[in-house]
């Protein structure tokens, strides 16, 4: 358990290094939070878009499977952190940051922005996923380099996620009945 510490301590505290000797506080701190915001924006804004101004059934199923999937990750990190907890580092570190006190791991921002991206990778929107990867990776190391997450609540968690997305995604056929059902409803509604 201390190699654990050390090692999540000791990327945390370069991290930390590197944004203070560069007077990038302001520009993490806004990093550390504000891209997760970005994401509901998106998804309302393309759905209206797939709606109103091109009407693209199969690029509203992959919004529909990108919702999906940030609702899973999200209840997975509940269920996970209802079983195991992990302080943040926190209890270790004088806080730079505050937070509404919860557990650590898994992180819940890097949970959400994995789901989001990988899922963007796999439906080969590239050049979007692109875009939110540059956001995603600020956020998550802004989370490390303020000490509200450590280094493996982030990496673990990417790693763990992204394998099973992908296993998940070649398996997408299973969506298509629920997507058929849920498209039709809101056709019929106008949205």
């Known amino acids: 358990m201390n190699i654990f510490i050390d090692i999540n301590h ?11 000797n560069n007077h990038l506080e302001k520009i993490i701190w806004f990093f550390s939070d504000a891209p997760i915001f970005f994401l509901p924006i998106f998804l309302t804004w393309a759905w209206i878009f797939w709606t109103y101004k ?3 059934i199969s690029k509203k199923k992959d919004l529909l499977n990108i919702f999906y999937w940030i609702v899973f990750a999200i209840l997975i990190n509940l269920t996970i952190q209802h079983f ?3 302080s943040r580092p ?9 937070h509404i006190p ?3 791991f898994p992180s819940d921002h890097a949970a959400v922005s994995v789901a ?3 899922w963007l990778f796999l439906a080969w929107y590239k050049k979007t996923a692109y875009i939110f990867l540059i956001f995603a990776i600020l956020m998550n190391f802004s989370r490390i380099a303020w000490w509200i997450h450590w280094f493996f609540d982030v ?6 996620w992204i394998t099973t997305e992908i296993i998940v995604f070649k398996n997408k056929k299973y969506f298509e009945k629920i997507n058929n059902f849920i498209i039709k409803i809101l056709n019929y509604i106008k949205l």
């Not at 926190?90 to 505050?98: A, D, G, N, Q």
């Not at 990496?155 to 763990?160: F, Y």
């Open 10 to 20: 000791n990327v945390s505290q370069y991290l930390n290094n590197f944004v203070v």
């Open 54 to 56: 091109i009407k693209e």
């Open 90 to 98: 926190e209890t270790f570190i004088k806080p730079i940051l505050s």
């Open 116 to 118: 989001f991206l990988t």
């Open 84 to 86: 195991f907890y992990f």
């Open 155 to 160: 990496i673990v968690w990417a790693i763990i």
């Open 102 to 104: 919860d557990a650590s």
